[in-house]
């Protein structure tokens, strides 16, 4: 009986706490103002971490290949396929797996499938 009451008790105290400012035998509880989901996370485009009720970041760790909805990317969640391309209709250039891309060619006759028409190929 003691152990329900001590549970009601608590449970009732802990909604006071967690609604805000309240008053409770005339001692003001306050609940923080910042509050946060917790979870892991990505920190940054580059970092994952876990991140608290209170908002503090810890655990951080950097993913290599970035970090995306809440986890570290590796080179098969990427959505490139790596290889020579056609950036634009006068352009070649290598598109890494990560999507980025490297050094254009000028292509004095236009590009088709990643290589430039008749060998003409002028670093830009």
Known sequence: MIAIIATLIFTVLLSIFLQGNDQLGGMTIKASQEECSYGWKCKDSAHLAYQGMDCKWTAERYCKDG?????C???KDSKCIQGWKCKDSKNKAF?????RWGTSYFCISGCLDGACKPNTAFKG
Do not use: I, L
């Open 73 to 75: 990317q590796t080179v």
């Open 67 to 71: 970090c995306k909805y809440g986890a």
């Open 95 to 99: 598109q890494a797996v990560d999507c």
